[in-house]
């Protein structure tokens, strides 16, 4: 497994201050036996696994490592999760993982993320999670880190495509 990270920097909004836009990483994961039924098609709980997995790459960028979570007892606790899954995965495909933050308020924030199949470019899912930051052991809701706040944005132009449009289906639905 390979993780790549974008980030841009300095993009114009449309108020013409430089903002940051928010981290993106892509990753690939190969199916493996586990991930499969008896007939060799994923199983919908393994997607979540894939995506446990870009959410963990992606809070690295955002400076949550995990051994910093740990250190300070701070982690983000999922609080709601969508998905939709538009094609079949099977055994022994490789697949894209791409995640990205996709909305922060003062409390919470949402991640977006899509697998994909890139030897036909096809649109295996697509998932939106909204998370919160808590401290342990006592459940405590924290706001979330001040430099988070440079990622506001009140809509989705910086994500193309209507990428956390979570029920909106291409014809084919092929990623182009």
């Given at each position: 497994m390979q993780c790549c990270r974008f980030?841009?920097?300095n993009v114009k909004?449309?108020?013409s201050k430089d903002t940051m836009a928010a981290p993106r990483i892509r990753t690939d994961v190969q199916v493996m036996f586990f991930?499969?039924?008896c007939g060799g098609v994923v199983s919908n709980i393994a997607y979540l696994r894939?995506?446990?997995i870009a959410r963990t790459h992606l809070a690295e960028e955002?400076?949550?490592g995990l051994a910093e979570m740990a250190e300070k007892q701070t982690y983000p606790v999922v609080v709601r999760t969508e998905i939709d899954y538009r094609r079949a995965a099977k055994l022994g495909d490789r697949l894209m993982i791409e995640g990205w933050l996709d909305q922060v308020e003062r409390a919470r924030?949402?991640?977006g993320f899509r697998i994909t199949r890139p030897k036909d470019n096809m649109l295996i899912a697509q998932c939106r999670q909204m998370l919160a930051l808590i401290e342990m052991p006592t459940g405590k809701l924290l706001r979330l880190p001040?430099?988070?706040q440079e990622y506001r944005r009140g809509d989705s132009a910086h994500n193309p495509k209507g990428e956390?449009?979570?029920g909106i289906v291409s014809h084919e639905e092929r990623i182009e």
């Open positions: 980030w841009a920097r909004s449309d108020t991930d499969t039924d894939f995506i446990e955002l400076g949550l924030f949402w991640c001040d430099h988070w956390c449009e979570i």
